[in-house]
């Protein structure tokens, strides 16, 4: 059976640069839109030229090789004639393929927003289209508050959609712009639109999130018929944000409702990419990827419970929707006090631990792993200190080093220019086979010396730390008060680039953070032996 073209429509550089935060410079839109391009997006809208420096410098240049270049702007104003409206000449000035006419569709707002009246509303749709057209552009209209214009007057909005067609549209795109519309009435008033013989290859849905059903309502124009999808990477928008292409392009490909029925221009082979273009997204807005984004986020196919874990052991099916790799995703059984017994297993084969499942070994593992969760440890962050937890309980671990004792001051003093100065200093006092050593550090801070007065000597396996950097570190207080527990957790990596967290806990700031900096140093001298990491190399 043939298989119906849906064309995606990425608005990420117009509409997404609509949403608080995000402000795209010349040079964040040339990587996206090259990002957008080789994915395989079939239209790419830049912004609007003419608006603002830099969207008109951004359209001085057409920026996409295979996918249409796309500028949006309004129709041209009621009262002048096209050729004289500013406007509307920037945008056919704009290095694009296209032009996407943003129009009123709803008689409320032509006569509220516009104020002229709603003959001139179609005359300005129709004079907008012929004008694209006749400069050699494809014309495409987004019908402005499509939704809420037809349940309110539907012939005026049927109107403004047909004149968009007649004058010659591609696209004639159905917009609930305030995102208030549900799957079912979208259904039935796209069925409708096609009825009264507007084409379903010729029609768009571009779908707000603001009940949280943009992907949904999006999926039910195209099943009622629509051709053309308008969405941003990850959901990015105005208010709530627009139908997230990402979800959008997994579900298309790989639910059979709609793979069987449609295909949309993105190579097959590209999907395997979805979840590195929508971090590399995240990376240039300089966000954290959201962990339950569907199909890309890192919880998407993760479990921390020991049901599932044991289930998902025996096959992966038993919990997954689709496989995650076919996304480039991965499965995550993570280590918690809603693990059982094949959480663990696993979690320690993926370690290149193995463990018999009637092993008492096993049993004091997870005990000990439960108790200190119940104190505040929260190993599902720090892969590294899990894993040394279970090498030390299963008894597979040397003693590269022990701890005397340490020691660390604050002192506030004056400088010799008069100045208030903050000094922390630390002593470390440690064991290394037999050999005893001391070192002293100042630092930045307290954590700060006594990270440095560690690693500065650890005798004979000071070489083996050279490369130890410590990438981040997060404290949480876990309860109010003054005798608060505190969580600190430290991101460590090293020459080869290889991450790896750990955890500590005490009520006292400093001692959490020596725990996690010990472990990170343990972690690194297993690592270097080939006892540890394996799933931090995975
Ligand atoms: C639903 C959407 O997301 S639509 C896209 C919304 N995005 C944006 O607005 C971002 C870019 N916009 C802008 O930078 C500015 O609005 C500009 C440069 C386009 C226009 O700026 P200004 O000329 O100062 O107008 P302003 O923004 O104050 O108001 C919009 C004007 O456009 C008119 N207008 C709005 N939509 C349309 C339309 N579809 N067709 C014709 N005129 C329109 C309004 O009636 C209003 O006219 P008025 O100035 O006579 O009251
Ligand atoms: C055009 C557009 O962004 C909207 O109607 O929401």
């Known amino acids: 059976m043939t298989r119906e073209r849906i064309h995606l429509f990425d608005t990420t550089l117009r509409d997404g640069q609509q949403t608080p935060g ?58 002048i ?8 000449a920037a945008l056919l000035q704009a290095k694009s393929d296209a032009i996407c006419f943003v129009a009123k569709s709803w008689d409320y707002h032509v006569r509220v927003a516009l104020g002229c009246t709603n003959e001139e509303n179609l005359q300005s749709i129709r004079e907008s289209v012929e004008a694209a057209r006749a400069s050699g552009k494809k014309a495409m209209v987004d019908c402005e508050h499509f939704f809420d214009g037809y349940k309110a007057n539907p012939d005026y909005a049927l109107a403004c959609a047909r004149t968009a067609y007649e004058a010659g549209a591609r696209w004639v795109v159905l917009c609930d712009t305030n995102g208030g519309t549900q799957p079912a009435e979208i259904r039935r008033i796209v069925e409708t639109v096609i009825a009264t013989g507007i084409p379903g290859s010729s029609l768009g849905i571009h779908a707000h999130d603001d009940t949280g059903q943009a992907v949904a309502n999006s999926l039910a124009a195209v099943e009622a018929g629509c051709r053309q999808i308008q969405g941003t990477l990850n959901g990015i928008g105005e208010r709530c944000g627009n139908a997230n292409l990402v979800t959008l392009v997994a579900s298309l490909s790989l639910k059979e409702v709609y793979s069987c029925r449609f295909e949309t221009g993105i190579d097959p082979e590209r999907l395997s990419g979805l979840t590195d273009l929508s971090h590399a997204f995240d990376e240039l ?10 199909y890309v986020g890192a919880s998407a196919f993760a479990t921390k419970a020991g049901i599932h874990a044991s289930a998902l052991l025996k096959d992966p099916k038993t919990y997954e929707h689709v496989p995650p790799e076919t996304v480039g995703n991965f499965r995550k059984v993570m280590i918690s006090d809603q693990g059982g017994k094949s959480n663990f297993i696993n979690a320690l084969k993926r370690r290149g631990i193995v463990v018999q499942k009637d092993d008492p070994k096993l049993d004091l593992l997870i005990s000990i792993v439960k108790e200190r ?21 299963l008894g597979t ?12 001051m604050v002192e506030r003093r004056f400088d010799a220019n008069g100045r208030i100065k903050t000094v922390s200093e630390a002593v470390v006092k440690l064991d290394v086979d037999g050999e005893r050593v001391m070192s002293v550090a100042e630092g930045d801070g307290p954590v700060n010396a006594l990270d440095l007065a560690l690693r500065k000597d650890l005798g004979k396996y000071q070489a083996e730390i050279a490369d130890l950097v410590l990438a981040d570190f997060k404290v949480r207080i876990l309860n109010g008060g003054t005798a608060a527990i505190t969580r600190v957790l430290i991101e460590s990596t090293d020459g080869d680039g290889t991450r790896w967290w750990t955890v500590g806990v005490s009520e006292n700031i400093i001692d959490a953070s020596f725990q996690a900096l010990t472990d990170s140093i343990i972690y690194k001298l297993m690592k270097n032996r080939h006892m540890a990491g394996r799933m931090a190399a995975e």
């Open 285 to 294: 807005l300089n966000r954290s990827p959201n962990h339950q984004a569907p």
């Open 81 to 88: 004639s096209a050729s004289n409206d500013p406007g509307l």
């Open 22 to 79: 995000v402000d795209f410079s010349v040079e964040d839109k040339i990587a996206i839109s090259s990002m957008l391009d080789a994915f395989g997006f079939d239209y790419v809208e830049g912004g609007y030229p003419g608006a603002n420096p830099t969207d008109t410098a951004f359209f001085s240049e057409k920026r996409t090789e295979k996918a249409a270049f796309v500028a949006f702007g309004m129709t041209k104003r009621a009262g």
């Open 397 to 408: 671990i040397p003693e590269f080093f022990t701890v005397d004792s340490f020691r660390v």
């Open 373 to 393: 969760e119940a104190t505040g440890y929260a190993y599902e962050g720090a892969d590294a200190s899990f894993e040394l937890l279970a090498h030390r309980t």
